[in-house]
């Protein structure tokens, strides 16, 4: 095991926890932003975990994805938050 | 080598590239054109997979796949067509649906297995912005809590692929919970009910993106899900499977008899199918039955087809938010051919013969009792009278008699016209079942490779 591997490891496993943490959150209803919050670091650890298994390519694309969801989630947000201020 | 012979060469690839350029104009173009523009796109798209189809090329069912995909995008723009948006608003709508188009013909056409879930995912994002951008408000709620359970079904998704190929070739245990974790996410996306219950809540308010939450990428995740269950060892797989679709069928029942929204109950009709495909995977996976791989090729295919047509009906007999008892009671009066398409769908999910979803579940339980299967026999008759006894219900409704002070019913004549589409290509692979039949033993036979009888 080279420490390149060990150090993708490492964060793997601590986005893995921020992930679970960020679900948790977003199951409890913790509003739009945790749901992005939990995706983006969810696509993050998967990231890793591609990463890890040889594939840059998927790992690069599963970030790119989790911000767009992190950008969605935000939006969605700002939009509830507009409909609440016009109520 | 011509461009023409290059286009056919790499037909997703460039059904991908369509999409993807069809989105950017019509983002940056005002409403008609937008919807010229997506026309186009879903045209062209449409094109290219029938003539793959006609050529009986080897991915011919790749590209029937994508001829789906590219129906659904013109379905979802002519859906748009009847509901009152700003020009602006109108072309993002537009934008998103090809968006979609790309994501799901991306996820479709891929050999990767992690680059078909990013493509899920993003078709997905692109289905929650169509609602963000249709929804006045009301309904973001429910969007951002589908966008949350997106993120955690693709994530696991992709976190059993990443643990698939770090474990390598033999099937130990490190690849046994890859493979699980891939198969989870997957059949989240794919609407196994109960993970199914946002996926039913999304389908309430309607239009395009109910079409895509519901419909679209369940489809195209159940179709991955049944690839990836025939990549592992048939006795892990077999019984395992059966088990969860008898439950999940049993789920999806209670589900349907509860709702009191037309669209919910076909969100929960469509788990039941979904179940009823499982059955069949579990029953070619386990015994190398191949009727059990054609019923589950076929009950995928009528699941699409039927909940096009399903949806795109109840949006043209109830445009509203709501498509409750109130709201459709006696509507067939007024829009009969839509009302005759919602009915042909309904039917279909009942199982009635000479239908499209019929053929599904008659192989599915010939096989089951063929192999002494006799609980999937029973949950495959099971669902079918729940489902007759919801359908009957509704149809009574539409077709009954109308209220004497009645409403003004708002004119949908473009998602009726797809409705309509939708349920006749229902009835007549009902009818000609040779090229359905073909299509479901050419895409899912590699289910019963190595499983012997």
């Known amino acids: ?87 | 080598m011509t461009w023409l012979e290059a286009l056919r060469a790499h037909a997703g690839d460039a059904a991908v590239l369509i999409f993807l350029a069809g989105a950017a104009l019509a983002a940056l173009s005002p409403g008609r054109i937008a919807l010229a523009i997506g026309v186009a796109a879903s045209v062209a798209v449409a094109v290219l997979s029938a003539d793959a189809v006609w050529r009986a090329e080897p991915d011919g069912a790749l590209a029937a796949l994508l001829g789906a995909i590219a129906a659904f995008g013109a379905v979802g723009l002519i859906a748009t067509l009847g509901a009152d948006a700003t020009p602006r608003r109108q072309a993002l709508q537009v934008a998103a649906a090809l968006l979609a188009g790309a994501g799901l013909s991306f996820a479709a056409s891929t050999p990767d297995a992690a680059f078909a879930v990013l493509g899920l995912w993003l078709a997905g994002l692109a289905g929650i912005g169509l609602m963000a951008v249709r929804a006045d408000g009301a309904g973001a709620d429910d969007a951002g809590r589908w966008l949350g359970f997106l993120g955690l079904s693709c994530g696991l998704a992709l976190l059993g692929v990443a643990l698939q190929a770090l474990a390598g070739a033999p099937f130990g245990r490190l690849a046994a919970l890859g493979w699980a974790l891939h198969v989870l996410g997957l059949l989240g996306l794919a609407g196994l009910a109960p993970f199914n219950g946002l996926q039913v809540r999304v389908a309430g308010p309607g239009g395009p993106g109910a079409i895509l939450a519901a419909v679209a990428i369940p489809a195209i995740a159940l179709g991955l899900a049944l690839r990836a269950l025939a990549a592992a060892p048939a006795e892990l797989v077999g019984p395992a499977l059966g088990s969860v679709a008898l439950v999940a069928a049993g789920f999806a029942a209670v589900q349907m008899v509860m709702a009191a929204d037309l669209r919910r109950a076909l969100a929960g009709l469509i788990a039941a199918q979904t179940s009823v495909c499982l059955a069949a995977a579990a029953l070619a996976i386990a015994t190398g039955a191949r009727a059990g791989a054609e019923a589950a090729g076929l009950a995928l295919m009528a699941l699409a087809l039927g909940g096009v047509a399903g949806f795109c009906a109840a949006d043209a007999l109830s445009p509203g938010r709501t498509a409750d008892a109130d709201s459709l009671r006696g509507r067939a009066a007024k829009a009969p051919l839509t009302a005759l398409a919602l009915a042909v769908a309904l039917i279909g999910f009942m199982g009635a013969p000479l239908t499209f979803a019929f053929l599904g579940r008659w192989l599915t339980l010939g096989a089951a009792l063929q192999q002494g299967w006799a609980l999937g026999a029973v949950a495959v008759i099971g669902s079918a009278l729940a489902a007759a006894v919801l359908g009957a219900r509704w149809l009574a409704l539409v077709f009954g008699r109308a209220d004497a002070v009645e409403d003004q019913m708002p004119r949908a004549w473009a998602a009726g016209l797809a409705a309509t589409a939708a349920a006749a290509l229902c009835v007549a692979f009902g009818l000609a079942a040779d090229w359905p039949l073909g299509l479901a033993d050419m895409a899912f036979g590699a289910l019963i490779q190595g499983a012997g009888p």
């Open chain 1, 1 to 87: 095991v080279s420490l390149t591997e060990l150090a993708l490891f490492a964060m793997f496993v601590g986005i893995a926890a921020l992930a679970a943490v960020g679900v948790s959150l977003a199951i409890a209803g913790q509003g739009p932003l945790a749901r992005g919050v939990s995706g983006l670091s969810l696509a993050a650890a998967a990231a890793a975990a591609l990463l890890l298994a040889g594939q840059p390519d998927a790992a690069l694309a599963a970030v790119l994805i989790g911000i767009c969801a992190l950008m969605v989630s935000a939006a969605l947000a700002v939009a509830a938050a507009q409909a609440g201020s016009q109520d």
